[in-house]
């Protein structure tokens, strides 16, 4: 199943191009993390089905070495979510929306909404600890200034005059 995953950001879009429809911010994508991210982008499909809702990605970007999946739902209003900073990491909370539930589609759509933050907030969590250069398991290297999760390979070469290959992103604008 695995190696089927799409493996550029280019893939991913061609195969959900609704979930890339309106990208408000920008996506950033570090090549490290794209096995994580095709794969949340194929668990989001699969959890929305038929019905999209309009989902697409607001943003992607890196925050303390490691990813943020921003998303929304066009004209509906999703819960929000609460960034809650520790020396051990980020931890986010789901924020609800108001519930004010009318119809099945409405019902549906909350699980959806929830859903969806539980495997965003899994896969932020599993980049904790990839490499954003080859995804390989990597630590926070918090001793050069800017906060970058690598592995001991990247870290030593991030100590190189070479520094580390300039190509690791991978972007789409907005
Ligand atoms: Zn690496």
Not at 110 to 117: K, M, N, R
Request: hydrophobic content about 35%; glycine content about 8%; charged content about 20%.
């Amino acid at each position: 199943m695995n190696n089927q995953l799409p493996s550029s950001l280019q893939e991913i879009q061609a195969l959900y191009p609704y979930q890339f429809s309106n990208p408000v911010l920008g996506v950033d994508v570090a090549k490290g993390w794209m096995p994580v991210f095709a794969q949340l982008c194929t668990d989001i499909d699969n959890l929305l089905g038929a019905d999209k809702f309009g989902f697409h990605w607001s943003q992607i970007k890196e925050k303390y070495g490691s990813a943020r999946f921003y998303y929304r739902f066009q004209g509906r209003k999703s819960g929000t979510r609460l960034d809650i900073h520790t020396p051990n990491g980020v931890w986010s909370q789901h924020i609800p929306a108001e519930r004010r539930i009318r119809t099945e589609r409405d019902k549906t759509f909350q699980e959806i909404d929830q859903a969806v933050l539980k495997l965003t907030m899994a896969a932020e969590v599993a980049t904790q600890r990839m490499c954003l250069v080859c995804g390989q398991p990597g630590v926070a290297d918090t001793e050069l200034g800017y906060v970058m999760v690598l592995c001991p390979g990247h870290k030593a070469q991030r100590r190189q005059p070479s520094g580390l290959p300039r190509d690791f992103w991978e972007n789409l604008k907005g």
